[in-house]
């Protein structure tokens, strides 16, 4: 059964040619782009959508790093979209992934532990919710701003 999965290209992953290196790796790994979205998130979105984060000492430049630039908010589908889309992006640290994960997509456009390029959902409970996050129904009001 296909499962659906939340992906954002971070703003460093938007530059040097690095969208088209990720889309083809998604498309080459089986994925469907079920909905897509170029957007400029603001402090309340990132905030928002890094609550979870929020008393971590890395906070702050996290939300300054994800409003930085656009990011290209992606939902994906296939079967067990939400750890093939993790195990496809590598870990977090994308300066040991180069080591440890050479073919994944944080060690072939990400920089760092903080610019790591790309964001997928740790679980499927946390895919809708981040899915219903970015692509709620217009009349509910918008978390974020379209342009
Ligand atoms: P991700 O795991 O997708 O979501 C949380 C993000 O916070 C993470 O990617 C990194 O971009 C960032 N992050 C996580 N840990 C650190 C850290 N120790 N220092 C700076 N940024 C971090």
């Known amino acids: 059964e296909k499962e659906k999965t939340l992906a ?9 040619n690095c969208t088209d290196k990720i889309k083809n790796a998604i498309f080459d790994s089986g994925f469907r782009i079920v909905k897509e979205m170029l957007i400029q998130l603001d402090e ?37 979209a939400v750890a093939d889309w993790r195990a496809l992006i590598g870990p977090t ?3 040991k992934a180069k080591i440890t994960h050479p073919n994944s997509i944080r060690a072939i456009c990400g920089l760092d532990l903080q610019k790591n390029c790309v964001h997928g959902s740790d679980s ?24």
């Open 124 to 147: 499927p409970q946390s895919a809708q919710r981040e899915i219903s996050f970015f692509f709620k129904e217009k009349s509910s009001g918008s978390a974020v701003t379209e342009h």
């Open 44 to 80: 309340e979105a990132a905030v928002s959508f890094y609550a979870e984060h929020s008393s971590r000492s890395f906070f702050s430049s996290l939300v300054k790093y994800m409003t930085s630039g656009p990011v290209l908010i992606m939902v994906l589908e296939k079967e067990n």
């Open 8 to 16: 954002i290209i971070k703003p460093d992953g938007l530059y040097d």
């Open 93 to 95: 640290d994308a300066s």
